[in-house]
């Protein structure tokens, strides 16, 4: 939940549908995650087969070089985003992934948060909306 993964050579998140003997993996929750400007899929399967017990939704992916997701049927969930995320900047080591204003990040993600890993004033993330 809540992570930023920026300018990956690979994929954003990769995710294994079943683990080294062959058994799927169960519950798994993916949220409030932006995946930008990767060199692969935002969101990466390896498989179309569907992982039991998916929940994933509230997700941003925006310029990844082989799109979306390779998954069948395209990324789960009814509240994903897509578009520029408008962050403060991507300057090699100034970056800022704070979103500006006009942001599709801003209050698309679960209970009106931030999608991303921005952390607040005070320095706690955004993890609170999960009740953590």
């Known amino acids: 939940m809540g992570n930023t993964v920026y300018g990956n ?3 954003g998140i990769e995710m294994q549908n079943y683990a080294g003997d062959g058994t799927p993996i169960a ?3 993916l949220w409030n995650n932006t995946c930008v400007d990767n060199g692969g899929y ?8 569907p992982t039991v017990d998916l929940l994933m ?3 941003h992916t925006h310029n990844n070089t082989s799109g979306v997701t390779d998954r069948t049927g395209g990324l789960p969930g009814d509240n994903n985003v ?3 995320p408008l962050f403060t900047s991507t300057t ?16 698309a993600g679960v209970r009106g948060a931030m999608i991303g890993a921005v952390a607040h004033a005070d320095g706690g993330g955004n993890d609170s909306v999960f009740g953590r």
Do not use: K, Q, R, V
């Open 27 to 29: 519950n798994l929750h």
């Open 9 to 11: 050579g690979s994929h």
């Open 57 to 59: 939704d509230y997700n």
């Open 42 to 49: 935002g969101f990466y399967w390896g498989t179309a087969s």
């Open 92 to 107: 090699d080591g100034s970056e800022d992934f704070t979103p500006l204003t006009g942001s599709p990040l801003i209050g």
């Open 82 to 84: 897509t578009g520029d």
